[in-house]
């Protein structure tokens, strides 16, 4: 049994605690939008933290002769800093506070937004924070929402805890925090800052549970798909591939300051590329360089061009046609086979030729003409890819349909079969019940909103399928992030289930909403795939399974509470107007007008719309068609490109992988092996590039409070 790397654990603790303040406070203090750097499934803090420890903690500590880390120890560092990335932003924690302490926000919940008639009575109100008081008859007692509102600095509170300097507080006056805390008496301040806690204790603890039962379910779901996907279909997983090699998976043997790709030349012709464009667009963002402007990549002279041909419709809509190049996403998406990276473009051209041939037609304007979003808009091109999305995941499911009940065959048949052996049933055994377990928490949930058998189900299977297409999406064509205009609320609504009042209770659709907005409605990095790359890393470095399900564990409950801790100190501070617009302001806001516009309009919800319906059976049938055929006709389309109709963020990923598919081609035609590795290395420079300008964006814009509005963020 091998010795448990504890140096390895406690740098990455402490790489999860700095990793959770960075983005929190990159996200609310630089201007109103922020600097939003954990909102992909590539999180370049974890990689360059690991990095560091490759070209800076193992050369010093081969120097005071002591033993370096080896890879193993390294990787997990990097687990523990990549697969909690998300969630102090569109993760978890500013999705979840913002509609924690925006319910009651006097200017938001007023009569005529209904919140108090239409929300309150059919959630369950440990779900917000409310301002009665604690203590009765204490008039002075701190009101939770309304300092939420203002801030304590209204009232000459102090929010931040002890051991955490206040923006744009002096050294000195920190430090004098600090020993008036140690020294105690009536003037020592609060260690936890002066923050109602205990207002909020029930529901942050409320949607931790919430939280844990998600994370678990999820957990089990990629531990019961990672061998069909890993040992049987061969996935590339290109995220987890190209974060190995930066980090010197390739090297042969050890000993080596730095990896090994870092020695090829045009490596750093393509880091000097990203990196030199990226950088200066943010000095001349943060008016450091005066009078030039910013370097388009964004394709605006391609689309100024269309705007005066008849393809100019192709323009508008939540997947705009744009001609973006994006650093990362060419680099990345050369290292796919050139089959995933064709579909990925190919669906996307297909995609604005329906567009194109509905406006022709006279059914619309142009891409705004046919709306869509994350909880009631569906549009014919939004609803193939919904269809796809549920058909893929399906197949995907089917192909470990025995896994999913290895339980039971542990009970029932103990020595296996000859397709499941009993060596896979016993693996299997615990997180297969767990799966189980968490499937049933998850419905007691929702049954306890008031949610009727019917849409709990619904929204189950939605879960379930989305998941498993992201997943695999992450795994075999390496997107980057999701925007899911998909969901199984659009499922209710075109089926127009609520007609159905047992099954499909219109009070359950508060529960519903506040559950999917919470965990799986803006899933820009959602935890699921990246679970999945970590565990592919876990695999290819030899990290023992309960090795791993600890670090995972251990990170998570550190980013979570850090980044509760981080946002409600800030928030706090200043008030909600200080903080970023979308998470606290807009977020909170359209989650709960959501809630009552169902109900105003609840008729819209009782009839089935067979435009939408019928569409969305001709993406389930096209993609079963496409992975039937792939069986046996290797040329066919693959079906993920079809699955990403749901996702709007294509817009800015697909030209960017039509030139890295180009690239590849002619790469596969014309070099040989050894060529070919070195070429690659120019397409990882450019990934190296804009990660590390991304993270120097974020330290420079915290130190200067200048915005350089350089992140990953589409």
């Known amino acids: 049994m091998r010795r448990l790397p504890l140096r390895a654990i406690i740098l990455g603790a402490l790489f999860c605690v700095v990793f959770a303040y960075?983005?929190?406070?990159?996200?609310?203090?630089?201007g109103r939008i922020g600097l939003n750097i954990a909102v992909t499934q590539i999180s370049s803090l974890s990689i360059l933290f690991s990095l560091a420890l490759v070209v800076l903690l193992n050369p010093l500590l081969r120097l005071v002769r002591l033993h370096p880390m080896d890879r193993r120890e390294i990787f997990i560092v990097f687990i523990m800093t990549t697969v909690p990335a998300g969630i102090p932003l569109f993760g978890y924690v500013s999705q979840v506070v913002p509609m924690i302490g925006g319910f009651n926000h006097p200017e938001w919940n007023t009569p005529q937004s209904q919140w108090d008639e239409k929300v309150k009575p059919i959630v369950d109100n440990r779900l917000f924070v409310h301002d009665e008081p604690d203590t009765e008859g204490d008039e002075d007692e701190v009101k939770p929402v309304e300092r939420y509102v203002?801030?304590?600095r209204a009232v000459?509170?102090?929010s931040f805890p002890v051991f955490v300097k206040r923006d744009g507080e002096e050294f000195d006056s920190w430090f004098d925090r600090i020993a008036a805390c140690v020294r105690g008496g009536p003037d020592r301040p609060a260690l936890w800052?002066?923050?109602?806690?205990?207002?909020?204790?029930?529901?942050?603890?409320?949607?931790?549970?919430i939280g844990v039962v998600c994370w678990i379910l999820l957990y089990c779901l990629n531990e019961l798909l990672f061998k069909q996907w890993y040992e049987h279909e061969k996935l590339v997983f290109p995220i987890a591939e190209m974060s190995a090699i930066l980090l010197g998976a390739e090297d042969e043997g050890g000993g080596r300051p730095a990896p090994h790709i870092f020695r090829n030349p045009v490596f750093w012709l393509g880091f000097a590329i990203a990196f030199g464009f990226l950088f200066y667009n943010g000095m001349v963002t943060a008016r450091w360089i005066v009078g030039p402007n910013v370097i388009n990549l964004e394709g605006q002279t391609i689309a100024l061009l269309l705007r005066e041909s008849p393809f100019?419709?192709?323009l508008g809509g939540p997947a705009r046609l744009q001609f973006e190049i994006f650093f990362l996403v060419v680099g990345l998406a050369f290292l796919l086979p050139a089959e995933i990276s064709f579909s990925a473009w190919f669906f996307f051209v297909i995609l604005k030729v329906q567009l194109l041939l509905a406006v022709w037609l006279g059914y619309g304007v142009d891409g705004g003409s046919f709306p869509s979003g994350w909880f009631q808009e569906s549009s014919f091109m939004t609803a193939q890819g919904g269809g796809a999305m549920w058909c893929f995941g399906l197949v995907c499911l089917w192909k470990v349909r025995r896994q999913l009940v290895a339980w039971l065959y542990r009970l029932a048949r103990p020595k296996g079969t000859e397709t499941f052996p009993e060596e896979e049933v016993k693996r299997l055994t615990v997180p297969s019940l767990l799966f189980f377990l968490m499937t049933v928490l998850v419905f007691a949930f929702l049954r306890h909103g008031n949610v009727g058998w019917g849409m709990a189900a619904v929204v189950y299977l939605g879960i379930l399928f989305m998941t498993v297409a992201m997943v695999r999406l992450v795994t075999e064509s390496g997107i980057i992030a999701f925007q899911l205009h998909f969901s199984p609320m659009h499922v209710m609504k075109m089926f127009g289930l609520l007609r159905f009042k047992t099954l499909f209770a219109v009070k359950g659709i508060g529960t519903v909403i506040l559950f999917l907005s919470?965990?799986?409605?803006?899933?820009?990095?959602y935890i699921a795939p990246t679970m999945m790359n970590a565990k592919y890393l876990a695999a290819k470095n030899r990290i023992s399974g309960r090795l791993f399900v600890f670090a995972v564990a251990l990170s998570i409950a550190i980013v979570t509470t850090a980044a509760t801790?981080?946002?409600l100190s800030l928030v706090y501070d200043q008030g909600v107007g200080s903080m970023n617009n979308w998470f606290f302001e807009r977020w909170p806001q359209r989650v709960y007008k959501s809630i009552t516009n169902i109900q105003n309009n609840v008729g819209d919800w009782k009839e089935a719309n067979e435009t939408i319906v019928s569409w969305t059976f001709v993406g389930a049938g096209v993609c079963g068609l496409l992975v039937y055929l792939r069986q046996s006709m290797f040329w066919v389309p693959h079906p993920i490109g079809l699955v990403m109709f749901v996702n709007p963020l294509m817009r800015s990923y697909w030209f960017s992988i039509f030139i890295a598919w180009l690239c590849k081609r002619a790469a596969v035609k014309y070099c040989n092996p050894s060529q070919y590795k070195y070429v690659r290395g120019l397409f990882l420079g450019l990934v190296f590039g804009e990660l590390v300008v991304v993270a120097i964006s974020l330290i420079v814009s915290l130190a200067t409070g200048e915005n350089m509005e350089i992140d990953l963020n589409r």
Do not use: C, E
């Open 22 to 30: 960075l983005a929190a406070v990159g996200s609310n203090r630089l």
């Open 150 to 152: 203002s801030g304590m």
């Open 156 to 158: 000459g509170g102090q």
């Open 193 to 209: 800052g002066d923050i109602p806690w205990s207002a909020w204790a029930v529901p942050l603890l409320y949607w931790a549970a």
């Open 312 to 314: 100019k419709a192709a």
């Open 518 to 525: 919470g965990m799986f409605s803006d899933v820009k990095a």
């Open 565 to 567: 801790v981080v946002v």
